[in-house]
């Protein structure tokens, strides 16, 4: 969702009902994913600047908009779902970038989002 969202910036309201289409997920799945997303388009500028200060000589704009919007829904959860812990955010996120981003794309989330989590603890 957050990748169509990305490239169209249609309403994120009108994306998922599309997306869920063709899944058969259960009811908490669809409503959790529906969260994150909506979460994470709702405050994106502040998302993005938070991203942003962590990412030394990277743009956003440069970025995979996978890695991109794999940082902004981690970023998303650091701030608003306080009951997930940042270890598990952040190994989630590594997870979904080995699956569906480049070689290097582990390395480079785990390393902006520590440093994101490591601004937030203090």
């Known amino acids: 969702m957050l990748f169509q969202w ?9 994306i998922a009902p599309a997306f869920f289409e063709n899944h058969d997920e259960p009811p908490a ?6 969260l994150l997303a909506t979460r994470t388009v709702e405050h994106v ?8 200060r ?3 000589h990277w743009r956003l704009d440069r970025m995979a908009i996978v890695d991109r919007n794999i940082l902004r829904m981690a970023t998303q959860e650091f ?14 996120a590594i997870e979904i970038a080995r699956r569906f981003s480049s070689q290097e794309s582990p390395q480079f989330i785990n390393g902006i989002l520590d440093s994101i989590k490591k601004e937030l603890e203090r």
């Open 45 to 52: 500028e502040e998302i993005d600047v938070l991203i942003q």
């Open 29 to 34: 799945v669809v409503d959790f994913a529906r």
């Open 54 to 56: 962590h990412a030394e």
């Open 6 to 14: 990305d490239i169209t910036r249609d309403p994120i309201d009108q």
């Open 79 to 92: 701030l608003y779902d306080k009951e997930t812990p940042k270890t598990v955010v952040i190994n989630e």
